[in-house]
Nanobody, 125 residues
Framework: QVQLVESGGGLVQAGDSLRLSCVAS????????MSWFRQAPGKEREFVAG????????YYADSVKGRFTISRDNAKNTVSLQMNILKPEDTAVYYC??????????????????WGQGTQVTVSS
């Protein structure tokens, strides 16, 4: 069992940067794959970026590739999402999610049993 708490959201202008963080409870953080998802109003929740338990493998949605970077610090039980060159279409509630590292990476929402409460990111044009 792991509990996740996100922070770092806010209101920024197009072209700005923002860094989201997600802190996990427990002492086995490295045994979880972690991902960021987002959900815009009226849309389904979608995968943004993912990282393996060790941090050696990362995955990105095409829409954010080259602009967003996911990283983790297992000593601090933290996974982060550095978001650069933000666009209005990046506006959404961002969620971190976890799943056992013994399972393969997945983009599917249903594949993640652990979720944070979300943090709002709003990008104005």
């Amino acid at each position: 069992q792991v509990q996740l708490v996100e922070s770092g959201g806010g209101l920024v202008q197009a072209g700005d940067s923002l860094r989201l963080s997600c802190v996990a409870s427990g002492r086995t953080f490295s045994t979880y794959r972690m991902s960021w998802f987002r959900q815009a109003p009226g849309k389904e929740r979608e995968f943004v970026a993912g990282i393996s338990g060790s941090g050696s493998s990362t995955y990105y949605a095409d829409s954010v590739k080259g602009r967003f970077t996911i990283s983790r610090d297992n000593a601090k039980n933290t996974v982060s999402l550095q978001m650069n060159i933000l666009k209005p279409e990046d506006t959404a509630v961002y969620y971190c999610a976890g799943r056992s590292n013994s399972l393969v990476h997945t983009l599917k929402v249903v594949g993640y049993p652990y979720w944070g409460q979300g943090t709002q990111v709003t990008v104005s044009s």
